[in-house]
Every structure is written in C-alpha cells, then in structure tokens.
C-alpha cells in the first residue's frame, strides 16, 4: 500500500498567514493527489484535486503543487474560514489512502 | 445541483450486519464511481472501498475482505454499503462520496454524503 504522510500534524496560525502543508508519498503516484477540509461535524470538501487544480468554488488562496512522491498545499493568507483539518489522499493506485491529517488551529 | 443523502444513524450489537445506502441525485450515475470511507472518533479519515458503477467491478481495503459488500442499484441512483460481523472497533461516520472524474478514482472525490453514524456497543 501507498503511504501518506503529511506535515505538520498541527500548525497554530494567525489570520493573514501563509500556510503550507505537504504530503509525501511512499512511492511515484505521478500527479493523482487530491486535497480535503474538514470541519468539524461535516463531511470532507474537496480542495484540489490532480495536486493543482482548483475545485469548483475554492477561494483562490487555496493552491496545490508537487509531483510523484512530494506535494504541498498553500493557503496564501489564512482567513478565519480556514481552521480546519486538511488531508491528502491519493489516487494512483488501490488501496487509496490518506494522509493523517494537518489540523490547522488559531495561533 | 448534485446529492449524496444517506441513511439514518445505526445502533448495532458486535457481531451484527449494517447496511448504508446513499441515494444520488443531480448527475449522470453510471458514469462516476462511489467511494466509502470512515472516520471513527477523533480519528482521521479511512478508505474502505470503491465501486465502478457502470460495471459494477469494486475494490476494497485489505482489513475489510470479507466483511464489506459494495453495490449499487441504477434503477433509483442508490448505492450501497454492507459490512458484517461489526466489532466495537467499527463504531465510527461513514461517507460515501463521488468520484470526481468519470470512470476512475484518480482524481478523488467532490461530493460527499452528509455521514451515518454507526455505534457498536453491546
């Protein structure tokens, strides 16, 4: 099985930061990397998907990069909006699995 | 606009079956795969399986072979989990969610049930 795994687990941030995540795959899963929020109590949003394009409806300051076995996500300037919990998931090859999670918290 | 509305929350005892169903609506069914995933308390979020809706071909995670049963029924846009012999361990939401692009899971999942919680206590 592919494994994922992200960093930070948790990053304390203030609004109008820069936060970046990444995500690590234990092995080349070319560029089939998706991104998730989630909130407390609520299902998970799809962010980025294909490690760089924007879904449908996600603030521009949400971007996503990276490749085979490292990929990152960026939010430009962290709005209160943001505090949430982010995953990684790849696509490349069954099983699909997850990252643990970046929890991001108020600083 | 595009829904996945799943079934009501599940009280079960160990060693019982549950079964989750997601109803879709707003897309073209056939043509987009439905994933399963779960999240027990305070944890991160787990794969169980994917099913191919046009031809009906499923993969699952390895822990669940034996206990996990994916379909689906065109007829009413509905898709369907099955796991059995539930332990304590199983307690957690379970979403279904569509694939984002046609025919494959490449490229994760956009649209998400809202959960059912499962509870498994004796």
């Known amino acids: 099985d592919i494994q994922m795994t992200q960093s930070p687990s948790s990053v304390s941030a203030s609004v109008g930061d820069r936060v970046t995540i990444t995500c690590r795959a234990s092995?080349?899963?070319?560029?089939?990397l998706a991104w998730y929020q989630q909130k407390p109590g609520n299902a998970p949003r799809l962010l980025i998907y294909s490690a760089s394009n924007l879904q449908s409806g996600v603030p521009a300051r949400f971007s996503g990069s990276g490749s085979e076995t490292d990929f990152t996500l960026t939010i430009s300037s962290l709005q209160p909006e943001d505090f949430a919990t982010y995953y990684c998931?790849?696509?490349?090859?069954?099983?699909?699995?997850f990252g643990g999670g970046t929890k991001v918290e108020i600083k | 606009q595009v829904q996945l509305v799943q079934s009501g929350a599940e009280v079960k005892k160990p060693g019982a079956s549950v079964t989750v169903s997601c109803k879709t609506s707003g897309y073209n069914f056939r043509n987009y795969g439905i994933t399963w995933v779960r999240q027990a308390p305070g944890q991160g979020l787990e794969w169980m399986g994917y099913i191919r809706v046009y031809n009906g071909n499923t993969h699952d995670a390895e822990k669940f072979q034996g206990r996990v049963t994916m379909t689906t029924d065109t007829s009413t846009r509905t898709a369907y989990m099955e796991l059995r012999n539930l332990r304590s361990d199983d307690t957690a939401v379970y979403y279904c969610?569509?694939?984002?692009?046609?025919?494959?899971?490449?490229?994760?999942?956009?649209?998400w049930g809202q959960g059912t919680t499962v509870i498994v206590s004796s």
């Open positions: 969610a569509k694939g984002k692009h046609m025919y494959d899971a490449t490229g994760g999942m956009d649209v």
């Open positions: 998931q790849q696509g490349d090859t069954f099983p699909l699995t």
């Open positions: 092995q080349g899963i070319s560029r089939w």
